[in-house]
Each structure stands twice: as structure tokens, then as C-alpha cells.
């Protein structure tokens, strides 16, 4: 069924999974509307989110980092800066707005529709950034930290310091190489495959001329971290590197 801005219904059904509720529901109605929807209306007359995700990356960046030095007082910059990254990462800013069938909502233009736009990542990304920001619109900075910390409280519980490089696979794999004097790594894609709206990336990773791994994922940075991750768990576990002729 698509969703048109003069819904209420609808958006009061996402205000309770939200777990807020708007002062004034247009901050939401611009949250959700994706650029395709704006701009097929008459001229001047529907604005697009983008401008409220820019504002939601910051207060997330902000409320994430003041969460994070607060939780663990004794945990270096770095390990924090890992935690900061897979937190308000793409992927985990996805999965959360899945979670709240954020998709649902989004107002959007045909075109979109056909292309399974209620479920891509970026999309979806972008939305809950919008989101946050349009609480913080609406509420101010208290509001959007309780949302931000109800929704991210379980993230945060698993995250562990002697488990750090689970937050980045590619850094961990940096950091472990160069602690054993090892080169760096290089990444090779392979290959692309897949519709636009689900592609899968393929790549390899070398060291010092030696296939060590493969990766696969809806991007290249995500392949590169499916890689890393197979790569680090087999170092550990002794797989033994040898020297490039």
C-alpha cells in the first residue's frame, strides 16, 4: 500500500515504535521523504530528508561518543574510535531501522518502489539518521538521546575491549600484522554480481603475494571487512605466511 504524507494513521503506528511522540508530525513527514517523492511534486512545494540526515549523523556522532567515554572511562581513544565506527555504521544503522520497519514508511517515487527501495541499505540508513534528527528537531537533545541509547542499548552491551577488532575486521587485521612485523594486506576485486538494488561484491586478500582469503558483500567495503575477518581468525589460529620470492 503506499504512503502518502496525509497518512496520520500510519505515522502514529511508527510514533509508538518509535517510542516518541511528535509535537509537530511534519518533522517526521520530512524525515521520511526521500528525495525521488520531492521532487515529483510542483516545485517548491515538498521538501526531501536530506538535510535532516546530515543533522542526524551529527547528533548520533555526538550522543554515540559522549555514551561510549562514559561506559568505558578506562578504554583507549582507538578502541572507542572502532566501537564509535561499528555503531553508527551503515550496517548497523540498517539493521535498526529494519527492526522498525522504517522502509514501510518511507514516502517515495514510483521508480524506487519498483527497485525494492523500502529495503535497500542506504536508504534505510539515511532514514533513521533523518529520524534522530527530527526528534532532536522536535524534543531537543534529551529526546534523542533516550531514542538513540533505547535503540543502540543492546549493541552497546556487546561490545567488549578484548574482542576490539570484532568492531573492524580490516583494522584489527592492520593492527595484528603490523604487531608481527607482517606487510599489509592487499584487496583484489574479483567480481560483481547481481541486479543494482542487491549487488554482491567479490574480493580477495594477499599478503606478501599469498592468497589468504576471500570476501564477499553488498559493497566493496563490506567485502573487504568479510575478507579481514576470515583473514585475521586464520592468522590466530597459526596459518603460516611465507615469503614472497
Known amino acids: 500500500m503506499k504512503r502518502t504524507p496525509a497518512d496520520p494513521n500510519n505515522l502514529e503506528t511508527l510514533e509508538a515504535r518509535l517510542g516518541y511522540r511528535f509535537r509537530d508530525r511534519q518533522w517526521l513527514v520530512l524525515a521520511l521523504t526521500h528525495r525521488s517523492f520531492a521532487s515529483e511534486q510542483p516545485y517548491g512545494t515538498c521538501r526531501h530528508n536530506e538535510r535532516l540526515e546530515f543533522l542526524g549523523d551529527a547528533v548520533l556522532g555526538f550522543v554515540v561518543s559522549e555514551w561510549l567515554d562514559e561506559r568505558f572511562p578506562d578504554v583507549a581513544e582507538g578502541v572507542l574510535a572502532k566501537f564509535k565506527s561499528h555503531l553508527v555504521g551503515s550496517i548497523h544503522l540498517a539493521e535498526i531501522a529494519k527492526a522498525l520497519n522504517l522502509g514501510e514508511y518511507l514516502f517515495l517515487n514510483r521508480g524506487e518502489e519498483k527497485t525494492g527501495g523500502r ?16 526528534i532532536y528537531r522536535d524534543g531537543g537533545m534529551a529526546e534523542a538521546t533516550r531514542f538513540i541509547r533505547t535503540f543502540f542499548a543492546a549493541s552497546m552491551d556487546d561490545l567488549d575491549p578484548t574482542e576490539v577488532t570484532l568492531a573492524d575486521a580490516k583494522t584489527g587485521l592492520q593492527d ?67 615469503s614472497k620470492s
Open 119 to 134: 529495503s535497500k541499505r542506504a536508504l534505510l540508513e539515511n532514514a533513521f539518521e533523518a529520524v534522530t534528527a527530527a
Open 176 to 242: 595484528w600484522l603490523r604487531a608481527n612485523r607482517l606487510p599489509l594486506p592487499e584487496y583484489h576485486t574479483i567480481a560483481a554480481d547481481g541486479p543494482p538494488h542487491q549487488r554482491q561484491f567479490f574480493v580477495t586478500l594477499s599478503i606478501n603475494g599469498e592468497l589468504i582469503s576471500e570476501g564477499r558483500g553488498p559493497s566493496v567495503k563490506a567485502a573487504h571487512q568479510s575478507a579481514a575477518a576470515v583473514a585475521l581468525e586464520r592468522l590466530k589460529n597459526g596459518l603460516p605466511l611465507t
